[in-house]
């Protein structure tokens, strides 16, 4: 009985991982059973679903904002902190922001639906699909903010930012291109770093395990997310790094 149980949950864990794996492949499909999908329609002069997203690779300055602002991305925008004050501080960038989450994605929606400057769109997609959403020398920076740290061992293959990950954002970035990352995380940051242990594509401009103490006048100081603020108040040090592409 026992064996049967550890058996299914083995089972279990690798359909989650192959699932994982999927989401980096061309024959990834989303699923969207749920409510939240259907209601996100109402916004769709700025939300894009699934992978609506991904028939603009190439074309998100042509087609999309109709001009040549350069093109900045972040993953797992959460509650929008960060999305709203920066396309609002800087009207002439173009801004994609993207969650996997439904109901989230969907109270950020109407708080970007009233803003003044439309310099952005949403997507209701995931940052595995980097790859397909973006095509080559098209982005300008990429921002992960306080990802989801999968801190299980057996989960651990399920944090974005591994080597798939880094081959598709180098192939997406331009010349001299960003990554941007801050987490409260220190197993999560300890895996980054050693990520990038060979990594020759890019140069680690910025390592931090206390950002806002060792580098208060960074970028990334100049600003605190939803997720930021939780751990500063229980007095959690934020690491963060940024990552310059070589190409
Ligand atoms: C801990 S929250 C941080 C939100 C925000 N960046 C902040 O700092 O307040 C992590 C967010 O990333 C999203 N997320 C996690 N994995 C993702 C993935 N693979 N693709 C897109 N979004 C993801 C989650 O839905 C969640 O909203």
């Known amino acids: 009985m026992v064996e049967k149980s550890v058996n299914l949950e083995a089972k279990s864990e690798k359909k989650k991982s192959n699932d994982k794996d999927r989401a980096f492949s061309h024959d990834f499909q989303y699923s969207h059973d749920n409510p939240y999908h259907e209601k996100l329609e109402i916004f769709d002069h700025f939300v894009l679903r699934d992978d609506e997203g991904e028939t603009y690779q190439n074309k998100w300055q042509a087609e999309v904002f109709n001009n040549q602002a350069p093109l900045e991305v972040e993953i797992g ?114 895996w980054m770093l050693d990520e990038l242990k060979n990594e020759k594509r890019f140069k680690l401009e910025l390592k931090t395990f206390d950002l806002h103490t060792e580098a208060p006048e960074h970028f990334l100081s100049s600003f605190v997310t939803k997720f930021e603020k939780i751990f500063l108040e229980k007095n959690v040090k934020i690491k963060a790094l940024t990552l310059k592409s070589l190409k």
């Open 77 to 190: 925008t959460g509650y929008g902190h960060f999305m709203i004050e920066h396309t609002q501080k800087h009207p002439h960038i173009n801004f994609v922001g993207l969650d996997h989450r439904f109901k989230r994605s969907f109270h950020l929606a109407k708080k970007l639906a009233k803003l003044e400057h439309k310099n952005f769109r949403y997507l209701r997609a995931r940052g595995e699909r980097l790859g397909f959403l973006f095509g080559e020398d098209e982005v300008s920076k990429i921002y992960y903010f306080f990802p989801d740290p999968w801190p299980k061992k057996r989960h651990r293959k399920k944090r974005l930012f591994q080597k798939r990950f880094l081959d598709e954002a180098f192939r997406v970035l331009k010349p001299g291109g960003e990554i941007l990352v801050k987490t409260d995380h220190d197993d999560y940051f300890s």
